[in-house]
């Protein structure tokens, strides 16, 4: 059974810096699309960034310049580095996965999500 597995979340004040952290297990194939959503109260989730297959990235521009996502290929993990937090960004974040070689997101496999507060 594949399992998806956020940490680096918590409370952080306004400008800081928090780093994510996914990782797969149970998985026997490789994960071409990887990516970060947030749901924030009331709210829709929301794609933040992804790497796709061809090591494309995509970001929400809200985050970009802020956020920057990275992965480690051999151990089907990504990271998100979020810097110059802001309130706004208080939010669930889920890590994505997809192992379709194409895929854009969201993918098939989702992880359970990890609260990220922006709070002085």
């Known amino acids: 059974q594949v399992q998806l597995v956020e940490s680096g979340g918590g409370l952080v004040q306004p400008g800081g810096s928090l780093r994510l952290s996914c990782a797969a297990s149970?998985?026997?194939?490789?994960?071409?699309?990887m990516g970060w959503y947030r749901q924030a109260p009331g709210k829709q989730r929301e794609l933040v960034a992804a790497?796709?297959?061809?090591?494309?990235?995509n970001y929400a521009d809200s985050v970009k310049g802020r956020f920057s996502i990275s992965r480690n290929n051999a151990y089907n993990t990504v990271y998100l580095q979020m810097n110059s937090l802001k309130p706004e960004d208080t939010a669930v974040y889920y890590c994505n996965a997809d192992s379709v070689s194409t895929s854009l997101g969201p993918g098939y496999y989702w992880g359970q999500g990890t609260q990220v507060t922006v709070s002085s």
């Open positions: 790497v796709t297959g061809d090591g494309g990235t």
């Open positions: 149970g998985s026997i194939f490789r994960f071409y699309f």
